[in-house]
């Protein structure tokens, strides 16, 4: 009986822990409002239980959108059989950007969650990095081998502007439509690496 017992309770913690994930995933993929309070609503859970099984917000919508985004040379596919890193990295910003835009409840709790708590950063997804890597690939045994610190800066600026932090910028305080806040993040991604591969042009 005993041993019922506990089979029972691990089974139902598992179904609580179910219906939490995929209750985040609901609202994350209705564009909704991500907080803690409305997913343990949508699970027909307390807030106290919700957070007995995930200890802050981005740990659950870390995990909620696990396999949410291709792996980056699925995502690039694409534009796989082109060596042009500026194409590539045109291509990667795109596809972030529209990402981020069809997920943006969830990125904007994931970015305030970890403003406001740095230590728990390594929850959000870095998907720009693997995009950045791949796009870069091409150029990474000529420029990377070149001039490593000009590669190093060309990826830092890129991070800078392949982003829900840009592309919330971009909405947020300059107004943009959505298709015209991802055009103009395209373009500055473009121009960054124009400069950096093709100096001469």
């Given amino acids: 009986m005993a041993t019922q017992a506990g089979a029972g309770r691990t089974n ?49 919508i870390s995990e909620a959108l696990a396999g949410a985004w291709s ?49 728990t950063v390594a929850a959000r997804p870095g998907i720009r990095f693997g995009l950045i890597d791949e796009a870069l690939r091409p150029v990474e045994d000529t420029l990377g081998a070149a001039d490593p610190d000009a590669f190093a800066q060309l990826k830092r600026g890129l991070a800078v502007v392949v982003s829900a932090e840009a592309l919330f910028v971009l909405t947020d305080l300059c107004g943009l439509e959505a298709d015209e806040a991802v055009a103009s993040a395209v373009r500055t991604a473009v121009a960054l690496t124009r400069a950096a591969t093709h100096p001469a042009a």
Avoid at 12 to 29: C, G, P, V
Avoid at 45 to 56: G, L, N, Q
Avoid at 72 to 97: H, K, N, Q, T, W
């Fill in 12 to 60: 139902q913690k598992l179904r609580t822990r179910t219906a939490i994930l995929a209750a985040a995933r609901e609202l994350i993929e209705a564009g909704s409002e991500v907080t803690m309070p409305a997913i343990a609503r949508a699970a027909l859970v307390s807030e106290a239980t919700a957070y007995r099984y995930f200890p802050d917000l981005p740990s659950l």
């Fill in 71 to 119: 792996p980056p040379a699925e995502a690039l596919a694409p534009v796989a059989g082109s060596a042009d890193p500026v194409e590539r990295i045109a291509f990667a910003c795109d596809y972030l950007l529209r990402g981020i835009l069809a997920r943006q409840g969830s990125v904007r709790a994931m970015i305030a969650a970890t403003i406001t708590r740095p230590e």
